[in-house]
Nanobody, 117 residues
Framework: QVQLVESGGGLVQDGRSLRLSCAAS????????MGWYRQAPGKQRELVAT???????KYAASLKGRFTISRDNAKNTVYLQMNSPKPEDTAVYYC???????????WGQGTQVTVSS
């Protein structure tokens, strides 16, 4: 079955870099569109960044320039490089995959990122 396992979250100081990883299995990773979303306490889940199967990226306007999404098809892994994170970036970060012609959407269990000031 489809599995998305996030890692790399934790406590980071304001301004330090952090890289999240999402290891995928159970589907043809190279054909899937992947993404990162986040949900802060009391807020709705929101888009962080997406990357298509061909490598086209899209970012939330407020995050472009600080965060970078990338993928390694050989490792079935998608990454989120977080540079200069701020306390307002504190949230649970979720990996997302859109799989198949119909576009089934799958989610990982999430990884907590806490940015301290």
């Amino acid at each position: 079955q489809v599995q998305l396992v996030e890692s790399g979250g934790g406590l980071v100081q304001d301004g330090r870099s952090l890289r999240l990883s999402c290891a995928a299995s159970g589907f043809i990773f190279s054909s899937a569109n992947m993404g990162w979303y986040r949900q802060a306490p009391g807020k709705q889940r929101e888009l962080v960044a997406t990357i298509t199967s061909s490598g086209i990226t899209k970012y939330a306007a407020s995050l472009k320039g600080r965060f970078t999404i990338s993928r390694d098809n050989a490792k079935n892994t998608v990454y989120l490089q977080m540079n200069s994170p701020k306390p307002e970036d504190t949230a649970v970060y979720y990996c997302n995959a859109i799989v198949g012609v119909v576009g089934f959407r799958y989610w990982g269990q999430g990884t907590q990122v806490t940015v301290s000031s």
